[in-house]
């Protein structure tokens, strides 16, 4: 997929993996919209890219599909979403034999997997409709996993099983959307260098990084976009959920 004056949307594009992803897509040339909640880092985004913020808290589904009609009233229908919205909040089960509330696992899901499948049939719809490219192509979209939906650690049930849910759904919308010339494709990032998520494990930077095969760092959110724009680019990657990881088994 070419992306001079493609339109994007990159939601969670505010902070971290999203922020550098929106940043890469901007400079190949796209029409770039930042989804997010947080109205003070979207619009620094948006300002730095040259692109448009759109603030909006994406757990909220209409407020979500309100945000994802007004970038295509701005950008035209979006031919690369990126999903990158996500919250990390671990919480035992069983804390002092208390059951964890179930609100807050509802809440974790509805953020990390439910808003990624709303933007996710939005953006499919979209897509659908337009004109095809080279091979048939009409769109491309990527949603960020986590390594938690395979190799989950304690506290991280909500985290793990919302985002299991993202790995589950992307072979079949692959194979479903795959009629319209939609490519999905899911990344599971390791442990990245992001400055508001997983502020625990930064904390215990050097002994997580000393225990990763190689190379023994954190991933650079670059690295994070970089692929993300080699998975546009490249259509034979399709129906899989990549780990970028640096070889990481939690
Ligand atoms: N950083 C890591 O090590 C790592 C590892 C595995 C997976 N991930 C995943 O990568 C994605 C990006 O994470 P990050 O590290 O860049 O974190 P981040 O906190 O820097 O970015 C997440 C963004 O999502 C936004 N967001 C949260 N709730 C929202 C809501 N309800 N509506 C709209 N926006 C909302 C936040 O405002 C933030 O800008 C997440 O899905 C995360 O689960 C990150």
């Known amino acids: 997929m070419d992306l001079w004056q493609c339109s994007a949307v990159v939601t969670g594009g505010a902070s971290g993996l999203g922020a550098e992803t929106a940043l890469h897509l901007a400079e190949a040339g796209a029409k770039v919209a930042v ?16 692109g448009l913020g759109v603030p909006c808290d994406l757990a909220d589904a209409e407020a979500a599909e309100a945000a994802w009609s007004y970038a295509r ?18 919480q035992r089960i069983l804390d002092r034999g208390k059951p964890m509330p179930l609100e807050a696992f509802r809440y974790l899901v509805e953020v990390n997997l439910i808003s990624t499948f709303n933007m996710m049939r939005l953006a499919a719809a979209d897509m ?44 079949p919308a692959a ?35 000393s225990q990763m095969p190689f190379p023994h760092r954190f991933g650079d959110p670059a690295e994070f976009a970089r692929l993300v724009l080699h998975v546009i680019s490249n259509v034979m ?9 640096g070889g990481y088994h939690r």
């Open 35 to 50: 989804i997010d909640i947080d109205p003070k880092g979207v619009e620094a985004v948006a300002t730095k890219i040259g």
């Open 175 to 209: 194979r479903e959307l795959g009629e319209a010339g939609i490519r999905v494709i899911g990344i599971a990032p390791g442990l990245f260098s992001t400055p508001t998520l997983f502020t625990l494990e930064r904390d215990l930077n050097a002994r997580l990084a």
């Open 237 to 245: 990657i399709n129906g899989s959920v990549l780990r970028l990881d």
């Open 128 to 171: 659908a409709s337009l004109a095809s490219k080279t091979d048939g192509e009409r769109g491309v979209i990527i949603s960020t996993a986590s390594v938690s939906a395979y190799e989950g650690q304690i506290g991280e049930a909500a985290y793990s099983a919302s985002k299991g849910g993202v790995v589950s759904m992307i072979l």
């Open 73 to 90: 009233e701005m950008h035209g229908p979006a031919r690369v979403l990126v999903n990158c919205v996500g919250r990390a909040h671990p």
